[in-house]
T-cell receptor, first 116, second 114 residues
Framework: DVKVTQSSRYLVKRTGEKVFLECVQDMDHENMFWYRQDPGLGLRLIYFSYDVKMKEKGDIPEGYSVSREKKERFSLILESASTNQTSMYLC???????????????FGDGTRLSIL | AQKVTQAQTEISVVEKEDVTLDCVYETRDTTYYLFWYKQPPSGELVFLIRRNSFDEQNEISGRYSWNFQKSTSSFNFTITASQVVDSAVYFCALSGPNAGKSTFGDGTTLTVKP
């Protein structure tokens, strides 16, 4: 089975801190994604990556950046954390099928991030 | 632009009742894929089913069934004889060409009471 592992289940940080959320997948998937999940807003895509060192902005990239130095690892970075970034963050990966995402995504357990 | 609407924010049923979760989508593409995911209280989204736009055949898997109708742009999910373990948030998602990503609905929270 595919395993997507997020480094922390719960994280508490302070406003202005630089925050790193790490995600590792073990199935050699090309595609990786970062979402945030907020009540009533569903899943919103922050960034995604279809290859090492490649990244694409999702629907809400402001205030975030990402890094993909190795195929199995996709990091989400909050450059200067703010209280409105308190949320559940979900990482996912999938097999590459070109620009049409035919294969399902495999998700991690999520990181519940609180910014105080 | 793609859009997925799950109009039912929350549904509450009593165990053994049947329940249908609605999913309506919008796309201009002729080739696309639809997905359903389940998110139990533990948090991890789990893939349930995938359908491509050329396959309108309905599917049944145990107590779960899916009804895909292109004419109404709907991909509804029915749970027969619901159980407490079915309590979760359910997401419908749409993938089209040239996007490299999926569009998710806002999710429907299903509570099954004993």
């Amino acid at each position: 089975d595919v395993k997507v592992t997020q480094s922390s289940r719960y994280l508490v940080k302070r406003t202005g801190e630089k925050v790193f959320l790490e995600c590792v997948q073990d199935m050699d998937h090309e595609n990786m994604f970062w979402y945030r999940q907020d009540p009533g807003l569903g899943l919103r895509l922050i960034y995604f990556s279809y290859d090492v060192k490649m990244k694409e902005k999702g629907d809400i990239p402001e205030g975030y950046s990402v890094s993909r130095e190795k195929k199995e690892r996709f990091s989400l970075i909050l450059e200067s954390a703010s209280t409105n970034q308190t949320s559940m963050y979900l990482c996912a990966s999938s097999i590459s099928t070109g620009t049409l995402l035919r294969e399902p995504q495999h998700f991690g357990d999520g990181t519940r991030l609180s910014i105080l | 632009a793609q859009k997925v609407t799950q109009a039912q924010t929350e549904i509450s049923v009593v165990e053994k009742e049947d329940v249908t979760l609605d999913c309506v989508y919008e796309t201009r593409d002729t080739t696309y894929y639809l997905f359903w995911y389940k998110q139990p209280p533990s948090g991890e989204l789990v893939f349930l089913i995938r359908r491509n736009s050329f396959d309108e055949q309905n599917e049944i898997s145990g107590r779960y069934s899916w009804n895909f109708q292109k004419s109404t742009s709907s991909f509804n999910f029915t749970i027969t004889a619901s159980q407490v373990v079915d309590s979760a948030v359910y997401f419908c998602a749409l993938s089209g060409p040239n996007a490299g990503k999926s569009t998710f609905g806002d999710g429907t929270t299903l509570t099954v009471k004993p």
